[in-house]
């Protein structure tokens, strides 16, 4: 399979259904109100990490890739359905990064880690909503959001506990065949491996009996002047990069007219140019091919010059096994104890609205989808103040309920000893009723004014059904109506 470790990619989420404009239609069910439901969410586009997967190439073939949206709302009070969210499974050790910004949104470092990378536009709201007692019959209904859409630049860094390091032929794949499962490409020929190729080493017996086990990386070789895109170039040390520590393989190779000692150096400088940071992490040497004569010969000689430099050299064979386990035990040790080195930037847990709004202020010109989650992130800003407003209303409104109950109560029977009346008392009456009403209201409303200091808006409200001139108006109907009837010709 085709090794991609970069790609560029754009994401769509699914906009929005569209809120319902309907009416409640029924026989002997007259002026039956709204109906009209809510759209449904569309979907969200959401990353998960998965350790099966080892290569970028699936979205080289793929350029875009799109949620579904929301279903509209409809009538008889149905809400539409959301969207279905599309989830896409990308390889463990995959950084991710806003094309345009170059902003790192999340680095996947764990199986099943999840990140919704564009969230799906919300549903706009149906009629059933906007219906007021001063309308009963709104024909509003919102339109669903836009879904957000992103570029996205993906680079895959296989996570690794050990790196390993050599010029090539060194004999690093064969190591790596020899302490690991793992079955990478071995000739006699340099760039042989030409992708990084991950083995996991079980030590003790492994985690399961009772032992540890670490993953360890073989990329392809490197060469003096590798920084300047020599050989394969250092564009395969971005895999080692996040490695807890590195092993270095050098050899004597007197075909290349090569030194060990001198070999290290030059890598060593390589390895400074491409990140002074990785340079810096824990670090074993060994000279490997033990197993031929003119090696172990020169071993001595060498691990002295290494130890002048401050490098202590171990002599390994891949072919007989030698030194091996005592190699691995100590590597084992580093990449259960050595840290692992952090991604480019810290990740954010998750893309949250605030993140889309630093983007948007960070960058000038604000992309539709930071604007859009700007929005959100005002809305979700404003959430707990009508949330705080709320039950002071509904606690203002539930007063305010009795308090009207009980001047339309009295008003009523006023209505009803006026409207016993004939018609000439039928005036008096509904004079009686009025001032009753009005008494009554004024009460009603002075009261819950009183009973608690609430925001002008539920204040309002209390008056307002307090005052209603409901019960004064059915209080002078009432008490009209049978003087009408009852009028002499
Ligand atoms: N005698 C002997 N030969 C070895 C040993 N390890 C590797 N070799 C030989 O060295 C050659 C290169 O081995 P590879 O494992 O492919 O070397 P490499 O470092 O992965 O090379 P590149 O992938 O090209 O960077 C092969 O012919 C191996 O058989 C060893 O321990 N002893
Ligand atoms: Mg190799």
Excluded: W
């Excluded at 579904?68 to 995959?94: F, L």
């Excluded at 109950?405 to 509904?430: L, T, V, W």
């Amino acid at each position: 399979m085709r090794f991609v470790d970069q790609c560029r990619l754009k994401v769509v989420a699914g906009d929005g259904g569209n809120g319902a404009a309907a009416f409640r239609r029924e026989k002997f069910v007259p002026f039956g109100g709204p109906s009209g439901g809510d759209g449904g969410r569309g979907g969200h586009v959401t990353f998960v990490g998965d350790e099966g997967l080892s290569t970028l190439l699936d979205f080289t073939y793929m350029r875009t890739i799109e949620a579904k949206r929301g279903e509209h709302g409809q009538g008889s009070d149905c809400y539409g359905r959301a969207g279905a969210d599309r989830i896409v499974r990308i390889p463990v050790g995959t950084e991710i990064r806003d094309a345009e910004t170059g902003e790192m949104l999340a680095d996947i470092t764990r199986h099943g880690q999840e990140l919704i990378v564009a969230r799906g536009g919300k549903g706009g709201r149906g009629n059933i909503h906007f219906a007021t007692p001063f309308d009963r019959a709104p024909r509003r209904a919102e339109k669903g959001e836009a879904g957000e859409k992103r570029e996205l630049l993906m680079e895959l860094k296989v996570l690794a506990d050990i790196g390993l390091l050599g010029f090539p032929n060194v004999g690093k794949s064969t190591f790596v065949s020899a302490v690991s499962a793992a079955r990478p490409k071995i000739a006699d020929y340099p760039f042989t491996t030409l992708n990084p190729i991950l083995g996991m080493v079980e030590v003790g017996g492994g985690p399961r009996g009772g032992g540890t086990s670490f993953v360890i990386a073989d990329i392809p070789g490197l060469i003096p002047g590798a920084s300047e895109g020599i050989g394969l170039g250092i564009q395969f040390l971005k895999h080692v990069e996040r490695s807890r520590a590195l092993l270095h393989l050098v050899t004597l190779d007197h075909g290349e007219g090569r030194e060990p000692l001198a070999d290290y150096r030059a890598l060593r400088k390589e390895l400074k140019r491409f990140s002074p940071e990785l340079a810096e992490r824990p670090e074993l040497v060994a000279l490997s091919k033990a197993d031929l004569p003119e090696v172990r010969d020169a071993y001595p000689a060498l691990a002295r010059r290494f130890a002048k430099a401050g490098v202590k050299l171990s002599l390994v064979s891949a072919a007989t096994h030698e030194g091996l386990s005592a190699l691995v035990a100590q590597l084992a040790e580093l990449a259960t104890k050595a840290p692992r080195a952090p991604a480019a930037s810290p990740p954010p847990p998750e893309p949250s609205p605030e993140l889309g709004q630093l983007l948007a202020e960070g960058e000038g010109a604000p992309s539709s989808a930071a604007t859009a989650k700007k929005a959100k992130s005002s809305a979700a800003a404003r959430k707990p103040a009508s949330r705080k407003a709320a039950p002071a209303a509904k606690k203002a409104s539930k007063k305010a309920a009795p308090a009207a109950k009980k001047a339309s109560k009295k008003a009523a029977p006023a209505a009803k000893k006026a409207s016993k009346n004939a018609a000439p008392a039928a005036k008096k009456a509904s004079k009686k009723a009025a001032p009753a009403a009005k008494k009554a209201s004024k009460t009603a409303s002075r009261k819950t004014a009183s009973r608690k200091a609430t925001k002008p808006a539920s204040r309002k409200t209390a008056s307002r059904k307090a005052t209603k001139p409901a019960s004064r108006k059915t209080a002078s109907r009432k008490a009209t109506k049978p003087a009408s009837r009852k009028s002499p010709r």
